[in-house]
């Protein structure tokens, strides 16, 4: 959902549905509007949210299903007769549709790429690439640990400056070919492997994550964010809301 006017009348009408039916459990008396807020809590929020789950606005069911289930219990107060216990039922349907929403939330958050709703037990990483967080089972790249859009794309992280590569690798090499591609000093920036000084051109160092593909030793100082994935290739972390 998407357009704001689908939003409005779905939330209008869950607003309607929440006064009247609370407004009838509440003729009972206490005994009806205290657990009809309760499972109006619950099942609106459930109803709410299997149309539309508002991302970063989980607050608007709880205080919606809150502020008309007050406005039930107004008009049953003074149109009726007062009871005080009534005024607990809002209370009640906010604290029963904020743990509704809790509990969906956290078996519902979706992986940034291919937005498959993820249960509580999915493992996801966070790409050191476009910082997506995404799913183990499709959209994570083990072998080349970073996430299959950034695989694809050839999406680089490592820093484009002079400065940085002379810092790490020394000065650009004028001769020799790169280890992995084979393009020559003129075709592509040469940097020497740190450890072993075999030629591999910076385009295949980020490829490689900073690692050279003869010795394995990876560039000193390299981006933060690679730092959580070379070596080890291992999960980052375990994420349940996106
Ligand atoms: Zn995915
Ligand atoms: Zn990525
Ligand atoms: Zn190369
Ligand atoms: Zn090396």
Not at 52 to 72: E, F, K, R
Not at 77 to 106: C, H
Not at 185 to 193: F, N, S, V
Request: aromatic share 8%; hydrophobic share 45%; charged share 15%.
């Amino acid at each position: 959902m998407k357009p704001t006017f689908e939003r409005g009348a779905l939330l209008g009408g869950l607003l309607v549905l929440t006064c009247s039916v609370q407004f009838g459990l509440g003729i009972v008396g206490a005994a009806g509007a205290l657990p009809g807020a309760l499972l109006l809590g619950v099942g609106i929020t459930l109803l709410w949210l299997h149309f539309d789950l508002p991302a970063g606005h989980t607050w608007v069911p709880p205080l919606v299903l809150g502020v008309g289930i007050l406005l039930s219990t107004a008009v049953l107060e003074l149109a009726f007769r007062p009871s005080f216990a009534e005024w607990f039922a809002p209370l009640a349907a906010v604290l029963a549709s904020g743990a509704t929403v809790a509990v969906l939330l956290r078996s519902r958050t979706r992986c940034n790429l291919c937005s498959r709703r993820l249960g509580p037990a999915d493992l996801t990483f966070r790409c050191p690439r476009c910082a997506q967080q995404v799913c183990e089972e499709t959209c994570w790249n083990f072998e080349h640990r970073r996430c299959e859009l950034c695989l694809e794309q050839r999406v680089h992280l490592l820093p484009l400056e002079s400065s940085w590569w002379l810092r790490v690798a020394g000065p650009r090499l004028t001769q020799g070919k790169c280890q992995v591609c084979h393009a020559d000093a003129e075709q592509a920036e040469l940097q020497a492997c740190p450890k072993c000084r075999r030629a591999q051109c910076r385009g295949c160092w980020d490829y490689s994550n900073g690692e050279c593909a003869r010795c394995g030793a990876a560039l000193p100082d390299l981006p933060v964010a690679l730092h959580t994935v070379v070596g080890s290739g291992l999960p980052v972390e375990k994420s349940f809301q996106g």
